[in-house]
């Protein structure tokens, strides 16, 4: 295994190969190449919930898994995700502003702009939207269809989060602004379960009324800090709202499913979301106590060590392998290596933690990290989409696996330079 000073150089060489392909690739604009068909053939199917229209879903997922990129584009759901793409593109340019030798700081000004040119804005506040259809089940089995013009919840606080960086919150009116309206749009323009217990389950656009797990997490985790930072105490009393539907839906081992149903599966990615919420909700009360967040923070902190270690005992191999279900199928995904990275970064960073659980995750960091470095980039940059029992689907159009890579190892570059000031 390397030691971290190995990893440290591997990974700047990485981010950088990494970057330039991501940008090289334009890997944040839409591809017209694909357009048509794939809309056409997946809005179809996606407008069509009967079976034939369930198998043409089904077949259109397998076949972007197995084919090239061009017939990925066409058959696969979502495979470019451009506005999320957008906004890790911009967080991935601040950081790689603190590398000398290439002024990456000179495109954040036009990626913002770009950001804020694609939102949706009415009445009801500001939101982004997801460039293909697709389908949202809701309670009692209903199928709705989220279309290009519907404001999609994990695509807007994306841009959320991105908004909330210093960079912007600090001193830019019209961000602080944005952040007001996505506020706005989260707290009371989609709707929300509210269940006996006075928790409160977000839907997943502004078209449905599902009840998703990770969704309602992160619009928590924005609402709270938001509501902080705005001295809005309604938007943290929302957030906390959702905060206790993440609770309640915790099962008995300390996993998540992507849904509240007993049938809902449970990854990788989408337990780090639910995690990582909830650690942001106790970080922002350990900073600035919020009397609200009090009154429920020993309640999140049991809820969180308990996911963390069901996380840590299940998610990974021991050669550092970040897994992307909760089984013992051989089957791993950038986006889930590059959230998996994030948390751990999280965990080791956090002055919550003990020196035991902040130990562990950071060996386990290591591994991941090395594991990626070693096994998951070409020489070229590129990053591996998904790797399945040997077989290796590399996709160039991949933007949103290979930004996420990008910024996990920004942050983890500035982890460990942290680590060696403090030891200087």
């Known amino acids: 295994m390397r030691d971290n000073e190995t990893n440290l150089r591997l990974t700047e060489r990485a981010l950088i190969r990494g970057a330039r392909f991501a940008f ?23 407008t069509h919930p009967t079976l034939v229209g369930r198998v043409i879903m089904s077949i259109g997922n397998r076949l972007s898994s197995a084919f090239p990129f061009t017939l ?12 999320q793409s957008l906004m890790l593109a911009i967080m991935l340019c601040i950081h790689l502003d603190k590398i000398e030798g290439e002024d990456w700081a000179s495109r954040i000004d036009r990626l913002f702009s770009e950001l ?51 960079t912007f919150l600090l001193g830019n009116e019209r961000a602080r602004d944005a952040v007001r309206k996505i506020a706005k749009f989260l707290a009371h323009g989609i709707f929300r379960t509210v269940l006996p217990s006075g928790a409160l389950a977000f839907a997943y656009s502004d078209v449905d009324q599902s009840r998703i797990i990770n969704v309602t997490a992160e619009t928590a985790s924005f609402l709270v800090r938001a509501g902080r930072a705005f001295d809005r105490a309604d938007w943290v009393e929302i957030g906390l709202g959702g905060a206790r539907f993440v609770l309640e839906s915790m099962r008995s081992d300390g996993s ?49 060590d308990r996911g963390l270690r069901y996380y840590l005992d299940t998610f990974f191999r021991e050669d550092g392998m970040a897994k992307f279900v909760s089984t013992s199928r051989p089957v791993e995904r950038s986006y889930d290596t590059a959230y998996a990275i994030r948390m751990l970064i999280a965990v080791v960073k956090s002055s919550l933690f003990d ?55 920004a942050e983890y570059r500035e ?3 942290m680590h060696a000031a403090e030891s200087a």
């Open 24 to 46: 090289d690739r334009n890997l944040t604009s839409f591809d017209p190449r694909d357009t048509l068909l794939r809309f056409s053939v997946m809005a179809w199917a996606a």
């Open 72 to 83: 990925r584009s066409i058959c696969g759901v979502r495979p470019n995700c451009e506005s």
């Open 116 to 166: 804020m040119a694609r939102a949706i804005t009415d009445d009801k506040g500001m939101g982004w939207s997801s460039p293909n259809p697709f389908q949202v089940h809701e309670p009692g089995g209903n199928v709705v269809i989220v279309t290009a013009t519907s404001r999609v919840v994990h695509t807007t606080l994306l841009a959320a989060n991105v908004l909330m960086l210093p």
């Open 256 to 304: 998540w499913g992507y849904e509240a149903e007993a049938s809902s599966p449970v990854d990788n990615c989408h337990t780090v979301m639910n995690l990582k919420s909830l650690l942001e909700i106790l970080e922002e009360n350990a900073s600035s106590r919020i009397d609200a967040v009090e009154r429920m923070a020993s309640q999140i902190r049991g809820v969180v």
């Open 355 to 409: 020196e035991g659980q902040r130990g562990e995750c950071d060996a386990l960091l290591e591994r991941v990290v090395g594991y990626a470095l070693t096994h998951n980039q070409r020489e070229n940059g590129e990053f591996i989409l998904r790797r399945r029992g040997g077989k290796e689907y590399w996709f160039p159009n991949m933007r949103y696996g290979q930004l996420q890579m990008c910024v996990a190892l």
């Open 415 to 417: 982890l460990r330079q």
